[in-house]
């Protein structure tokens, strides 16, 4: 359903991205944000499912600025290559990748002629949260187990736009206790726990909990619905 297109940054940079497009009309965009595994399998799934219910939907290669081409599995070894890759994306000078995140955001604004949202998973939750604070023409933001955007640093941050944030109960990354002093510190943020394990919508992954997964979707495809209808 999608491919890959390539976007232009305000600085220049020539940043790929997959870009799914709805069969009809569109009813607005999502921007995709990738997990540490690069633009996958899995998130070119994801992509294509928003497409099927109608949104223009674009998943920006966020380590392109580092490493061109990354798509890893779901091994230990995966996860330390990205993970490396995320510590050398969060050490770039400036704003980092948010200018190839902003060129997504207008990419999906002109090819929709709607409203646009963002989604992230894991890293590219929080870069979903630094987006919802940050960045121009935004409607709504959906964080999944944002690692990190529950620290001090991150919390601190005022968002601009309607946020959802998904969390696991489970989750050895994120301690319910910085969930629950973020949703405190961020009233008007949705935030909603799960009975499950960090990567819980991945269905690739050992963590994939189906029943958290479909209660998670349907809350942000309903979140979608109301604020970019």
């Given amino acids: 359903m999608g491919q890959f297109v390539n976007l232009t940054s305000q600085d220049g940079f020539v940043v790929p991205a997959w870009v799914a497009q709805p069969d009809g009309a569109p009813q607005g965009a999502v921007v995709v944000l990738q997990e540490i595994f690069g633009v996958n399998s899995h998130i070119r799934a994801v992509a294509d499912r928003l497409a099927a219910r109608g949104y223009v939907a674009v998943a920006p290669a966020t380590f392109a600025r580092v490493r061109p081409d990354v798509e890893l599995g779901y091994s230990e070894a995966d996860m330390r290559e990205g993970s490396g890759l995320k510590a050398a994306v969060e050490a770039l000078p400036g704003d980092g990748v948010l200018p190839d995140i902003q060129a997504a955001i207008d990419h999906a ?15 590219g939750g929080l870069l979903t949260w630094r987006s919802a ?8 933001a959906v964080c999944y187990y944002g690692g990190g955007m529950t620290s001090p640093d ?9 946020v959802l944030a998904h969390f696991g109960q489970r989750d050895h990354w994120i301690s ?8 405190r510190a961020h009233p008007e943020v ?9 990567g819980f919508n991945c269905d690739q992954r050992g963590s994939y909990d189906e029943a958290s997964a479909l209660v998670a979707r349907d809350r942000t495809l309903a979140f979608f619905s109301r604020h970019l209808g």
Avoid: M, N
């Fill in 154 to 162: 991150e919390t601190a941050r005022q968002p601009q736009v309607p």
């Fill in 176 to 183: 319910v206790e910085s969930v629950q002093a973020f949703a």
């Fill in 190 to 198: 949705q935030v909603h726990v799960y009975e499950a394990d960090h």
């Fill in 133 to 140: 604070c940050s960045l121009r023409g935004l409607s709504a």
């Fill in 109 to 123: 604004a002109e090819r929709s002629g709607g409203k646009v949202g963002i989604v992230g998973f894991c890293w």
